[in-house]
């Protein structure tokens, strides 16, 4: 297993271990109308981006697909949509449901999506020309900021 994958593999089961200690720590779900509902929006947008991206692609590490760029959909707005949903669902719980472990479980899914995020770009910029200036016209995860 190369570096990359071994990191990006690090990265994914940094995203398992934070859901799963908020699953069991009763803290995953929203307790409040408003966490509840970035959790819905969060559901939406995920369902959304696998949607528009299909079903090429879903494994443990970052691997290539063929196909080309997708910039439509939620990747017309962020590069990294799925991540950006689960990044909101998770801070959707762990702000409804603060404690100093739900915080540290949501640094480390959040640790991990950043792990991949920064590992498939570079794998992006090698492999899809068009990528450098999507890049500089898309924000990766929170519309507009970064």
Not at 24 to 31: C, D, E, H, I, V
Not at 49 to 71: C, D, V
Not at 133 to 146: A, N, Q, T
């Amino acid at each position: 297993m190369t570096k990359h994958k071994l990191l990006s593999v690090l990265g994914f089961l940094s995203m398992v271990l934070a859901i799963l200690g908020l699953l069991a720590r009763n803290s995953l779900f929203g307790r409040g109308p408003l966490s509840i509902s970035f959790q819905v929006l969060a559901v939406a947008l995920m369902i959304w981006a696998r949607l528009t991206f299909g079903f090429r692609s879903f494994h443990l590490s970052a691997n290539p697909t063929p196909g080309g760029l997708i910039t439509n959909g939620p990747y017309y707005f962020l590069r990294h949509p799925i991540y950006a949903a689960i990044l909101l669902f998770l801070f959707a719980a762990v702000i409804s449901n603060y404690s100093i472990q739900n915080l540290c479980l949501g640094l480390l899914g959040t640790a991990g999506a950043l792990i991949r995020v920064f590992l498939e770009e570079s794998f992006l910029r090698r492999n899809y020309p068009d990528y450098a200036d999507y890049s500089k016209r898309v924000k990766r995860l929170i519309p507009f900021i970064f």
